[in-house]
């Protein structure tokens, strides 16, 4: 499959797996992917992420990300609909934190001599991944681009989409800034 990826799309894969062996992750995440994409310079998913205001929030997402890992991998709308049913995320990870260290419910080993070989990819990387495909598929793309995995990103479920949307970054805005309103291409 990865034959049909581009570059900079290769790139974020590589990058990904780099994120996840920097923190001790024991596969690779949508999170890591985002995260790589993040990293990328003059292509075009950073093209978009800097058109729609990048450079000011950056950090921001990069935050939110490491907040939602210690959070366990929920998302905010989880966090919040789990307090409405009474369960307040915010205590049991400050009470797992006391007893475990800072980061226990992140699913981070923190002894990295552990791993031999290749890290695997997380159901929700590969979501990621056939997503990209069929976008690029789609929209009659022959390769899969950098920009077909943060438009996938957006329109999955989970963390990455919603901490993106939390700074504008939508499946639609990213759409816009990269294919405008008809079918011509940016870029």
Do not use: C, N
Request: charged content about 30%; proline content about 1%.
């Amino acid at each position: 499959m990865f034959e049909r990826f581009t570059k900079d799309a290769r790139a974020v894969v590589t990058g990904a797996v780099e994120h996840a062996e920097r923190g001790g992750a024991q596969a690779v995440d949508a999170e890591h992917m985002l995260l790589a994409l993040l990293d990328r310079e003059g292509s075009r998913a950073s093209f978009a992420l800097a058109a729609l205001g990048g450079g000011e929030w950056l950090e921001s997402v990069r935050t939110a990300l490491g907040e939602a890992r210690r959070r366990g991998g929920l998302s905010q709308a989880e966090a919040e609909a789990l307090a409405g049913l009474g369960i307040d995320v915010g205590e049991i990870v400050a009470r797992v934190e006391e007893v475990h260290g800072v980061g226990a419910m992140s699913g981070d080993r923190k002894d990295k001599r552990w791993w031999s070989g290749h890290r695997s990819f997380s159901r929700g990387a590969k979501d990621v991944l056939e997503r990209a495909l069929r976008i690029a598929v789609a929209r009659r793309d022959r390769h899969i681009g950098d920009e077909h995995m943060l438009l996938a990103l957006t329109s999955r479920p989970g963390v990455p989409a919603e901490v993106l949307a939390d700074h504008g970054v939508t499946y639609e805005s990213v759409t816009r800034v990269l294919y405008g309103g008809g079918e011509a291409k940016a870029g």
